[in-house]
């Protein structure tokens, strides 16, 4: 049986949560040698950029208006809305049987889990490999600006067609952060309104395109499900799925210490940060 720590850190603004997944991939995975499955909430709610994107590609004006926080994520990709969701993050050290050097494997391994998790509460999400057209492997690079939840990534869990679970990988020296989006509700919809390039009808257009391309448990389920019961449902498909035993905790006074140093860093990063 493997142990892995569990931990929930509830919901914290996006330089907390981005701090705190690269001080377990950087610092405490890699001293421990033990994996860590972590679940989060965005408060405020956040617009989290790519590494190498930059908030200008977001109405800054309009983000300040609605107090949306902005925040870069150590991992790649485009722009996402994290409102409505449960988000996960996933540490894998070099010792880990989970540990490949094809990021794929590791990639799918991770998404099996959350495949359990999701049929355990009656989601009957499936993987499927998609196959890039010329115009998505074009706007697969760094630079691309359209947010990611519109995008089609090579695998991914979605439910009739629709993409339910967007998630992001980065390689440490001595680890595997995962972590990624499951959305609950419809909110990341209104990632439309803060695109700085999308201007009077584009934006009602873009709304479409991605509610077309995305879709929610509440939507599937016809019905509000309580937060609880999906990281429950997570949880269990994990422990289902691979015989581990999850070590519940919370962070440990060191590891807050190092998440208030690097929380400055994500500032500087190109963050900006809204108070209510």
């Known amino acids: ?11 914290r603004d996006g330089y907390q949560n981005m701090a705190i997944d690269e001080v377990l991939a950087t610092k405490s ?32 004006a309009r983000c300040k208006d ?11 990709g ?7 969701e449960v988000t996960y993050s996933i540490i894998i050290p ?8 094809d990021v794929l494997t590791t990639y799918n391994l991770i998404n099996k889990g959350i495949l359990k998790g999701l049929h355990l509460i009656g989601v ?5 490999e998609r196959a890039l057209d010329d115009t998505e492997k074009k706007s697969s690079s760094n630079k691309d600006k359209v947010p990611c939840f519109s995008k089609s990534a090579k695998f991914e869990i979605a439910f009739q067609g629709k993409k339910l679970v967007g998630s992001a990988q980065r390689r440490y020296e001595k680890s595997i952060l995962q972590h990624g989006s499951i959305l609950v509700g419809t909110f990341h919809l209104r990632l439309a309104d803060y695109v700085a ?3 009077g009808p584009q934006v009602e257009k873009f709304r479409q395109a991605l509610a077309e391309k995305t879709i929610s448990i509440s939507q599937i389920l016809s019905k509000k499900i309580n937060y609880d019961k999906i990281i429950w449902a997570i949880k269990t498909g994990f422990q289902q799925c691979f015989d581990i035993y999850f070590f519940e905790g919370q962070l440990t006074p060191q590891e807050n210490a190092e998440v208030q140093k690097l929380v400055k860093k994500y500032q500087k990063l190109g963050g900006m940060k809204h108070e209510n």
């Open 1 to 11: 049986m493997n142990t892995w720590r569990f931990l929930n850190t509830g919901p």
């Open 29 to 60: 995975v890699p001293h421990d040698n033990r994996s860590i499955f972590r679940i989060y909430q965005w408060q405020p709610y956040a617009i989290s950029l790519g590494y190498n994107q930059e908030p200008e590609d977001l109405n800054l």
């Open 66 to 76: 609605h107090k949306i926080d902005i925040v870069r994520r150590p991992t790649g």
């Open 78 to 84: 485009r722009a996402v809305l994290h409102a409505e």
């Open 94 to 101: 070099r010792e880990s049987e989970f540990y490949s050097s």
């Open 124 to 128: 009957k999400a499936e993987l499927v």
């Open 197 to 199: 390039a999308l201007k």
